[in-house]
């Protein structure tokens, strides 16, 4: 079955709350992300679900050279950035976009679908 990234992006230096306008708004949200991801499970969609430290705490690693460069932060410099994610697994796009829309409900953020290369597509990009 296809695989679909769905990533939950936000901004660069949240809130005391993260997104939330409030403490409240806030565990309400996480309790509904937690029913989704339930649901996810219970029929047979998710396959791994996560959220990120923030952006500040990530080390970029460029290993193209003779010698490996770390630098402190993210790769690059945004406004917003990603948060957490679902990797789900789905029948087509129809059903993993209705998947995303209930999971931006449920975490009050905007969701990204993304579907995974597959053997089949890389094929695609070579004869093409």
């Not at 029913?35 to 290993?63: I, S």
């Not at 003779?66 to 790769?75: A, E, L, Q, R, S």
């Not at 009050?108 to 995974?116: I, Q, S």
């Amino acid at each position: 079955m296809p695989r679909y990234l769905l990533s939950v992006h936000g901004p660069a230096e949240p809130a005391e709350f993260g997104n939330y306008p409030s403490k409240e708004a806030m565990l309400q949200a996480f309790a509904d992300t937690g029913a989704f991801n339930d649901k996810l499970e219970r029929e047979g969609h998710l396959v791994f679900a996560g959220g990120l430290a923030p952006a500040t705490t990530a080390t970029t690693v460029d290993g193209r050279g003779g010698t490996p460069v770390f630098t402190d932060g993210p790769y690059l410099e945004t406004k917003e950035y990603l948060g957490g994610f679902w990797i789900i697994e789905a029948p087509d796009l129809d059903q993993a976009l209705a998947l995303a829309a209930e999971g931006s409900r449920a975490c009050r953020g905007t969701v990204e679908v993304r579907p995974f290369q597959t053997e089949e597509s890389f094929q695609d990009l070579l004869t093409t």
